[in-house]
């Protein structure tokens, strides 16, 4: 596994010659009902009293992160319940959260999972570009019985005290991130995100998935044409 935000990765991805089979996929959103990291952070404080504990004693520090940035408020409680997890024990815990996270019914949109599959039938390049950690999507889709799919997600890190943050997967960064990796142009693109918008803007197609009336028309003026809007379920 290279140090980057990709795994499974098919040689000459996204170059010039396959551009025009190339689809990208958001996952939180799109195929997911919900964030599933935030998920995952949610069980660590639920399943232990210790990290409710710490998240308490270490307040002043997520508040005053929180004064900056709610992101950065956000991601200071998410290291806060990866404490003391070294990277096998949280590859263990994530892998076994998503075990669970699969046997949940109505978690993930089937309509969006049989779109998935069948630009895979038909042929396309298929990439999942995501704000969702690493392991835990590449888990999933796995469970999902999609375990060759070319994943671009975020990672983290061993850190002093637990896993942290080392690249976080979203907005621009995607764009960049599947540059870094030769993948360049793409026919489709499929979010439910505005934050997406220079993922959706290099689209021959973008497409919105659930989007509200007023998602969709901020979107649109942004890019300044028109997007294909799908109902999920």
């Not at 007023?214 to 942004?222: D, I, S």
């Amino acid at each position: 596994m290279f140090t980057g935000e990709m795994t499974h990765a098919p040689a000459q991805a996204g170059s010039d010659a396959d551009a025009s089979r190339t689809v990208l996929f958001d996952f939180d959103g799109v195929l997911f009902q919900g964030d599933a990291f935030e998920m995952f952070i949610r069980h660590r404080y639920a399943g232990s009293p210790i990290y409710k504990f710490l998240a308490v004693l270490t307040m002043p520090w997520w508040l005053l992160c929180g004064v900056f940035s709610r992101r950065r408020a956000s991601w200071a409680l998410t290291h806060v319940a990866l404490c003391g997890l070294g990277a096998k024990r949280y590859e263990v815990a994530a892998e076994a959260f998503a075990d669970q996270l699969v046997r949940r019914p109505r978690q993930f949109y089937r309509d969006g999972l049989s779109a998935l599959r069948k630009h895979l039938a038909e042929g396309d390049e298929v990439i999942v570009v995501t704000g969702c950690e690493r392991i835990l999507v590449t888990r999933l889709l796995s469970q999902l019985g999609l375990p060759e799919l070319t994943i671009f997600a975020t990672q983290l890190k061993p850190g002093l005290f637990g896993m942290r943050l080392h690249v976080h997967n979203v907005g621009r960064r995607k764009v960049r991130n599947l540059a870094a990796k030769g993948v360049q142009s793409w026919k489709l693109a499929y979010s439910d995100s505005f934050q997406d918008l220079p993922m959706l803007k290099q689209a021959g197609e973008a497409v919105l998935v659930n989007g509200t009336p007023k998602l969709c028309k901020r979107v649109e003026k942004a890019m300044g044409r028109p997007v294909t809007r799908v109902a999920w379920y």
